[in-house]
């Protein structure tokens, strides 16, 4: 089943996706990734699996206490096309290994930006996220204010490369938060989880919330599903509410 993993791209936001383009252990290895942390916390008695139902009880019991070192054993590797605004906040997970596309290389297309399907309003109680939604459309003002805002930034971004500025310069014309860019992102299983532990919650940006819940969904879930369900499970317990 986790044989079409690799190579599996999914579509996030308006122009951005998510790609798994590695995983360890491979989905044609014999063992798969729950056995590979159960495996791994076995070592400890120098043993490996007993057996299907005494290997999700232990994987359950490692999550439950935190043993999270067997779960280092597992890792995926994406590439990312995402904006700014996205990485922004990724790139704080310390843990991840990273590699980005270069603007001081690559030129920016003209519509590399992101338009979001909708406005969200600011938080009443809280001064850092969004609730619901402004009455106006997605063809509405805003967006056309963004749009011409675009434009004219690609514009000067343009003319400034046409006058002889180097990239790594004339990207200073752009709208920074919304440019796309592409990474390849590497994470191992432990590490992961505690990136979707915090962005898949609700206090978590929508831009970067809807890649945490893509990469659960899509790739998370389906390569470790005795992982995934103990995750749900203790992920977040009442204790820390
Ligand atoms: C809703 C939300 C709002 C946020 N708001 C802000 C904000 O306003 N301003 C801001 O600056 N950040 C903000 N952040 C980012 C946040 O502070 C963390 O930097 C980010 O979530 C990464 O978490 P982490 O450090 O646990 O992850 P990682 O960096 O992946 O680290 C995972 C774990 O490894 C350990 N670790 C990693 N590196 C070290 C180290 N050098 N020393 C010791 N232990 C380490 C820690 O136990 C850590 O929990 C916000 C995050 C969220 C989810």
Redesign the pocket.
């Known amino acids: 089943m986790t044989d079409e993993l690799i190579g599996k791209r999914v579509k996030v936001l308006d122009k951005g996706w998510i790609e798994l383009i590695d995983l360890m252990p491979h989905p044609a290895s014999a063992v798969s990734g729950d056995l590979a942390i159960v495996n791994a916390a076995r070592v400890s008695f120098l043993g490996e699996s007993k057996g299907a139902q005494r290997d999700k009880r232990l994987l359950f019991y490692l999550l439950r206490h935190r043993h999270t070192s067997p779960f280092e054993m597992v890792e995926f590797k994406f590439r990312v096309r995402a904006p700014l605004v996205t990485w922004w906040?990724w790139v704080?997970?310390?843990?991840?290994n990273m590699n980005a596309q270069s603007g001081r290389y690559t030129p920016f297309q003209e519509n590399d930006f992101y338009v979001p399907a909708i406005w969200r309003r600011q938080s009443a109680d809280n001064k850092?996220a969004s609730e619901g939604r402004l009455a106006e459309q997605p063809s509405g003002e805003l967006t056309q204010m963004l749009l011409a805002h675009y434009e004219e930034g690609y514009r000067l971004y343009s003319q400034a490369l046409e006058r002889g500025v180097s990239k790594e310069m004339a990207r200073l014309f752009l709208p920074g938060f919304s440019v796309y860019y592409t990474w390849v992102a590497k994470v191992d299983a432990h590490?992961l989880m505690?990136?979707l532990r915090?962005?898949m919650?609700d206090?978590?940006q929508y831009e970067i919330r809807v890649y945490a819940d893509a990469i659960y969904q899509h790739f998370f879930a389906p390569a470790l599903p005795w992982t995934a369900e103990a995750f749900q499970q203790f992920a977040f317990p009442a204790d820390e509410a």
């Open positions: 906040q704080r997970h310390r843990t991840w850092q590490n505690q990136f915090l962005r919650a206090d978590a």
